[in-house]
């Protein structure tokens, strides 16, 4: 198992940028694929991007793709996600994910495994 903490997210107005940091800890965190996904009050949970082991290959959700920029630091066991040109609609608490089952395609396309690890959330609020 890994264990998944992020941080970064807040509040801010349609335009503006943010960088979501998510750490981890435990074993073989180096083995897995990460990724971050997203929920909306009364909406299902969206994919917004997957990264690879070395973070040299990555995937969007048509939704963000020119705005997100996923990004890995293998060293520090952290993964990133900079937003920029926020948009109201990107309101939701954001997700971090690992998983050692799937390819950074898969994430993107099915999802997660059952097995994954998933980090608490954290709030991004964007105002108009």
């Known amino acids: 198992q890994v264990q998944l903490v992020e941080s970064g997210g807040g509040s801010v107005q349609a335009g503006g940028s943010l960088r979501l940091s998510c750490g981890a800890s435990g074993r073989a965190f180096s083995q897995h694929i990460m990724g971050w996904f997203r929920q909306a009050p009364g909406k299902e949970r969206e994919f917004v991007a997957s990264i690879n082991r070395l973070g040299s290959i990555s995937y969007y959700g048509d939704s963000v793709k020119g705005r997100f920029t996923a990004s890995r630091d293998v060293a520090k066991n952290t993964i990133y996600l900079q937003m920029t040109n926020l948009k109201p609609e990107d309101t939701a608490v954001y997700y971090c994910?690992?998983?050692?089952?799937?390819?950074?395609?898969?994430?993107?396309?099915?999802?997660?495994?059952?097995?994954?690890?998933w980090g608490q959330g954290t709030q991004v609020t964007v105002s108009s």
């Open positions: 994910v690992a998983d050692d089952r799937v390819t950074v395609q898969g994430m993107a396309a099915t999802g997660p495994s059952d097995s994954a690890s």
